[in-house]
């Protein structure tokens, strides 16, 4: 892959650890060859330098929310932005290799994936409400929920039991290795002086990396068994499902939607579920 490839042109970032991409861009024309033969050697050793790992702290505010609320705040890590380009090497060959190989992830799961958007996971579950599956007597269940912290609490062991499972190959295994261990970030303390926090778990929002190894490691959830008849659409939080509207289907689709999240705390994703909502579809209208 072309280092160049990967910069795109003309984007000036907030303040990271050392510079921005424009400056970065202007100088590949010197420094691409040096550094392209840099990454190939990270790639070759399994490693990911340490320099890379510590990203600053920055909350960024949700509108609408009390600004006394910690839930009020976007916790957003600035990461070194050469560290980022090596990360987009790192999940363009995962990607590919998830795709050319596999076993890839799940057809259900949308966002973070190219063509996969959260907007075409809505158009799913709407093509279950709109399309002939309403006409034939089938409930259709379109399930919301919030889990907070979900990017913070996800554990390094399940990403590395899904490399495992998503067979791998055992270079990229030992460089998402590296870029796991020994992580870290700084934020500000009350008194001006900055504060360093190891990480034990979760991947850093603002990273190219973080949201790709968060999908590896969330597709296990997915893979579960639902009933005969019971379809699941999922983007980060939000499940769908359909049954055939009969006396018992519409509760055995109920009790099927909680089997996502019973997996999602048996792979730590432990913060506590928020807000939710329920939005059901037949052949009279809808109701919540």
């Known amino acids: 892959m072309n280092v160049r490839d990967c910069t795109p042109n003309n984007i000036v970032l907030p303040e990271s650890n050392y510079y921005t991409l424009k400056p970065f861009g202007l100088a590949l024309g010197a420094l691409g060859p040096r550094l392209q033969r840099f990454l190939t050697a990270c790639l070759e050793r399994g490693q990911f330098p340490l320099r890379w790992k510590t990203g600053k702290l920055v909350l960024i505010a ?21 560290g980022k380009l090596f990360e987009r090497v790192i999940a363009d060959r995962l990607v590919g290799h998830l795709t050319r190989v596999g076993p890839n992830l799940a057809d259900s799961q949308f966002g973070f994936r190219r063509g996969r958007s959260t907007v075409d996971a809505i158009m799913r579950v709407g093509s279950l409400a709109t399309g002939d599956a309403v006409s034939r007597g ?44 020994d992580r870290a970030v700084i934020y500000p303390g009350n008194q ?27 597709d296990w959830v997915l893979r579960t068994d639902h009933p005969s008849g019971v379809s699941v659409v999922c983007s980060p939080t939000t499940w769908g499902s359909s049954s055939p509207e009969t006396p018992q289907r519409p509760v055995c689709t109920a009790r099927s939607v909680p089997r996502a999240p019973r997996r999602a705390v048996l792979v730590s994703l432990t913060g506590p579920f928020g807000a939710g909502a329920c939005l059901g579809f037949n052949a009279i209208g809808s109701w919540t």
Not at 66 to 72: G, I
Not at 147 to 157: D, E, G, K, V, Y
Not at 169 to 179: E, I, K, N, Q, S
Not at 209 to 215: D, E, Q, R, S, Y
Request: hydrophobic letters at 40%.
């Open 62 to 82: 949700k509108y609408g929310r009390p600004a006394d609320s910690p839930s009020a705040y976007r916790p957003i890590v600035l990461l070194d932005e050469v």
């Open 138 to 181: 089938v409930v259709v269940l379109a399930v919301s929920l919030d889990i907070a912290n979900t990017f913070n609490t996800l554990p390094w062991s399940c990403i590395r039991e899904a490399l495992r499972y998503h067979r791998v190959p055992t270079y990229l295994h030992r460089v998402v290795g590296a870029y796991l261990r």
């Open 192 to 218: 001006g002086e900055w504060i360093r926090r190891e990480m034990s778990c979760g991947v850093p929002q603002g990273s190219v990396l973080g949201p790709l190894l968060w999908n590896i490691g969330y």
